[in-house]
């Protein structure tokens, strides 16, 4: 919120907001997400910092950047970008009813490579 300081002390400091004006973008029809296990606090921070563009504003941002902290020293980002459906990446449809809970699903990562998969976008 560095760019419009402004409006972000309208929305904390004041509560509400009267008008705004949005630009709706075109997205592809699914996200391929990297799962990237972290070990310890400064590793984590440290790819959080990275991913996220916060050591270099010019740097190139993924479209979704989330994390799941298991522990104090366990964790795993997932990077996503959308995309167009590829024969390479697996889709996970990981909203079915007869799929583990997501944050179990992610927690598999702290053993495993960095897969890829695609999500579908419902929309």
Known sequence: MTEEPFLFFLLTKKGFLVGLELRLVRVKPYVRLEYIPVRGQREYCDKIRELSGANDKDADTPDYLEATVYNKEEA???????SDLTPEVKVNNVTRWYKPWFYKHVETFLKKARPC???KLNF
């Open 76 to 82: 795993v980002i997932m990077v996503g970008n959308y």
């Open 117 to 119: 998969y695609c999500a």
